[in-house]
């Protein structure tokens, strides 16, 4: 009963550095979603899929890029890592799109050096 | 850790006594609202929701007000427990859009 699986749980990198964040869901929800947190903000959205084979930018998208590999997996890629994408990343699944209850995975803690 | 500035509102309550953590919203045309908990070094999880049509909507030991007049949302913890700790949110949502979280309130609740 695993729910949402994000790995790694931790990283860090230096800038310019790339780096790929998995996340995989095993409820058959059409829809997943990428967040980030920072201290005293909410949940901000980078990237979302609403189904599979489609993506979409979110609220903070810049720097990041999405991959919907199946309905299970949404990555996300950071192709040259910056101090300002130190954070906590959060995937999150649904299975009825924006309107519905979001799953959300343990987080992946990422620092950029 | 945190940045210079950026805290999160805190409220500290005995245990056994009653919690109250309010959320004002910005959109008036947001349909669907859900509170999550989220504890220390883990994912958010849902607590209870409510849609616009409805005022209240309790849970077990959880229970919801939502006053559309003034945009606000409240979310009450009964005989608040050690377990309860944690950081609270509200997130809003209109039909075909996107959720939009506020940034929390951190419940601590004392011996």
């Known amino acids: 009963n695993a729910g949402v699986t994000q790995t790694p749980k931790f990283q860090v990198l230096k800038t310019g550095q790339s780096m790929t964040l998995q996340c995989a869901q095993d409820m058959n929800h059409n829809s997943m979603y990428w967040y980030r947190q920072d201290p005293g903000m909410g949940l901000r959205l980078i990237y979302y899929?609403?189904?599979?084979?489609?993506?979409d930018k979110g609220e903070v998208p810049n720097g990041y890029n999405v991959s919907r590999l199946n309905k299970r997996e949404f990555s996300l890629r950071l192709e040259s890592a910056a101090p300002s994408q130190t954070s906590v990343y959060f995937c999150a699944s649904s299975a009825t799109g924006a309107t519905g209850e979001l799953f959300f995975g343990e987080g992946s803690r990422l620092t950029v050096l | 850790g945190e940045s210079v500035g950026l805290h999160l509102p805190t409220l500290s309550v005995q245990e056994g006594d009653n919690s109250i953590i309010n959320c004002a919203y910005s959109n008036s045309a947001s349909d669907y609202f859900i509170w999550y908990k989220q504890e220390s070094g883990k994912g958010p999880q849902f607590i209870i929701d409510?849609?616009?049509?409805?005022d209240k909507r309790q849970g077990q030991r959880v229970t919801v007000l939502l006053n559309k007049t003034v945009k606000h949302l409240s979310l009450q913890i009964a005989a608040t427990q050690p377990g309860d700790s944690a950081v609270y949110f509200c997130a809003e949502n209109r039909y075909g859009q996107n959720f939009v979280f506020g940034p929390g309130t951190r419940l601590s609740v004392l011996p």
């Open positions: 409510i849609r616009s049509n409805m």
């Open positions: 899929s609403a189904s599979e084979g489609t993506t």
